[in-house]
């Protein structure tokens, strides 16, 4: 969500259609928790959501699945991502703006010839 006096630093389009989004810390064994969220924004190479969470901080590393579907067959690729910025809201709510920085590849590595 753009801020007021801000210039707009983006270089790609956000998708304002609210998508699902699979949210994990990196490093569990400090926090722990899984969230399942709707978006409020998107874009390529960013996510922006809303949590009751507290857990969140800038500089926070976190396992992205974007977008995210518990349906039988989905295929949802995780990322890692960086907490960007933290925004306080009404009602205990807060914004909470995410750079994926790459793709995690967990599978087996292909054989090159």
């Not at 569990?28 to 969470?53: C, G, I, R």
């Amino acid at each position: 969500m753009p801020r007021s006096g801000t210039q707009e630093r983006r270089r790609k389009g956000r998708l304002k259609l609210p998508r699902v989004v699979r949210v994990r810390p990196s490093e569990p064994a400090l926090h722990d928790f899984d969230e399942v969220l709707p978006t409020h924004n998107a874009a390529q190479d960013s996510v922006y959501f809303v949590s009751k969470n507290r857990t969140y901080k800038e500089g926070m590393r976190l396992f992205i699945t974007f977008p995210y579907s518990d349906s039988p067959g989905s295929i949802n690729q995780e990322s890692l991502g960086k907490v960007v910025r933290v925004e306080e809201l009404n009602h205990g709510r807060r914004g909470i703006a995410v750079q994926i920085l790459m793709p995690l590849y967990l599978g087996a590595k292909e054989t090159v010839r």
